[in-house]
């Protein structure tokens, strides 16, 4: 499969009053469409409803409510709130023609605020020492969910194990439930101005649940993990390809799982943070 553009693909169609279409195309699919894929359909949306260059997107918080499929996509943007330094939008998005709610995205757009030298400017986090991604292992093209099932998505992103063991393999230790992959997208995502497109970003974390697998061993039951949520914090201007995502699945419990993400450029800036929750069920037989 040739691998696929992401801009191009989730670039919206304006049809006025808020209203915009997309033909999303099923490689950019686990099984159903990547939610994380979804979520920068609507946030492209939303930034072009809002149609101001000095607004970047900060925060986006998606509710999966109800199936969605690749092919059309209808989405409605609602602009909540708006003033001289922010928006604050509502943007939903569904196949035309379902009565079901599909996804809910509320996002912040704002501008950079120059508060001076005297305001708090800090990370308090280290980024984790692993190799750089060109000494990296390959994961396979494209990468595993288990043994059976390979995701259509992954053939469009270049994938390198950081930490953390070939889950698919059944001949790993069980560990702590972390893992950290280097990503790029094998269609570059570079702007205009030389730094890389922040909304390519959901996608790259919308790939949680394996960390889990790290703790559960070689002798796992395969299973798909629908999602929930997901809620991704847009930190700092993108200028490397390759991205350094480190999962680490906090709680498995009571049919649940809850992960975090954060994730580091070549030169272990920290440039973005997200969290989600799953549904844990059993892959289906042959999948």
Known sequence: MTPRDLRADTAPRAEGGGRYSLALDPGWSFRDPSGGVLTTVALRAAVEEIAE???????????????????????????????AAAAQVEVALRNPGVDEPGLIVVATLGRDLDRGPDWPTFVDVEAPSVPDPELAPHLPDPTP????????????????LALGHRWWTRDFPAGPARLARWMRYRVPQRLADGTID?????????????????????????????????????????????????????YAGRGYGAADVQVWDEARRLVATATQMWIFRRAPTGA
Do not use: K, N, Y
């Open 145 to 160: 969910v288990h043994a059976e099932f390979r995701p259509p998505i992954f053939e469009s992103v270049d994938v390198r």
């Open 198 to 250: 922040p909304l390519a970003l959901p996608p790259l974390v919308d790939t949680m649940p394996p960390s889990a697998i790290q703790r559960l061993g070689p002798e796992f039951r395969p299973f798909v993990a629908p999602s929930l949520d997901l809620t991704v914090h847009f930190l700092e201007p993108v200028t490397t390809p390759w991205l350094l995502v480190d999962t680490r699945t906090r």
């Open 53 to 83: 260059p000095a607004f970047r997107v900060r925060s986006a918080t998606t509710l999966f409510a109800s199936r969605i499929e690749a092919g059309s996509l209808e989405v409605v943007v609602r602009v909540l709130r708006r003033s």
